[in-house]
């Protein structure tokens, strides 16, 4: 079953076409990077209207580089949440009206269940598994014990884990993306240089969930007050410190995590799981089995979009002409076992 799948959720128009739910047979993304860098984020205004200047070309040219037509296409796939609400409906609507105009199967995906999947498209995983998403919006750490069956154990209680490093990126005036900015700067400088603290949540009540707000505000505003004496006040010294404890403290939730549950494999997903010192930080741990998408797979992107459809489409569902989109998704909370698409 060849599945087209569309991802406009954020800043990148995109579009891919993936056989059976693991053969990449294209992968389109158009980036919007250029266009908002100079505001040092996304602005929703300017992302909606590239989304709908792009998407007809990306979705053209995921057809010519498979070499396919529409003829050849089983379903179409494409994100409804959560997401900038303009730039969702940009997409999804193309979506939904190429399937009604050519009478395909309709599939609605959400964006977290797409992360999670990615993984997949290039490693066979069995079920259950720990699931790290990690993305500028969200910081989750949950049970997976099939495709769209989730018990979230932790998440975070303010800012997730990106949001965190593009607004200390921001602050500094490092650039955007800040989450890439920052990992290339770390390389560079000496973790040890400061001691930012790392917030303390209630064991009993939030035994795996995360927070960044603070870390983010001792890292922008009170700096100096975490240095140590010595080493050189330094952006590379400052991206290095900050980059060891947010990862760190993510890393420590879910390694507490694995171990209560007895889960031996853990799947990343999302920007986040590109970061090279959270990559390195899992792989020392010699007795879990971790699993990152490879890095063209961690943004936002068609494949896994089209990935995880296959597995709703073979199931037996789809999705009707009524199906809307929305900016968030108020069923991830914690402890809640089932995640709908809808």
Known sequence: MKVLGIESSCDETACAIVEDGKKILSNVVATQIPFHKVYKGVVPEIASRKHAEWILPVVRQALKEADLKMDDIDAIAATNRPGLMGSLLVGFTFGKTLAWATGKPFIAINHMLG??????????????????????????????????????????????????????????????????????????????????????????????????????????????????????????????????????????????????????????????????????????????????????????????IAGVAYHFLKRGDRDGWNTVTCARIPQFKRGLAQVQKK
């Open 115 to 304: 992360h999670l999947y990615a993984a997949h498209l290039e490693n066979d995983i069995p079920y259950p598994y720990m699931g790290l998403l990690v993305s500028g919006g969200h910081s989750i750490i949950c049970k997976v014990s099939d495709f769209d069956q989730l018990e979230i154990l932790g998440t975070t209680v303010d800012d997730s884990v990106g949001e965190a490093f593009d607004k200390v990126a921001k602050f500094y005036g490092l650039g955007y993306p800040g989450g890439v900015i920052i990992d290339k700067l770390a390389k560079e400088g000496d973790a040890k240089a400061a001691a930012f603290p790392i917030p303390k949540l209630d064991e009993k009540e939030h035994r795996y969930d995360v927070s960044f707000s603070g870390l983010k505000t001792a890292v922008i505003h009170q700096c100096d007050t975490f240095w140590k004496e010595g080493y050189e006040h330094s952006k590379e010294n400052m991206c290095a410190a900050f980059q060891e404890a947010a990862v760190g403290s993510l890393v420590k939730k879910l390694l507490l995590a694995c171990d209560d549950t007895g889960l031996k494999t853990v799947v990343a997903g999302g920007g986040v799981a590109a970061n090279s010192r959270l990559r390195q930080m899992l792989s020392e741990r010699k007795d879990l089995n971790c699993i990152f998408p490879p890095l063209k797979l961690c943004g936002d992107n068609g494949a896994m």
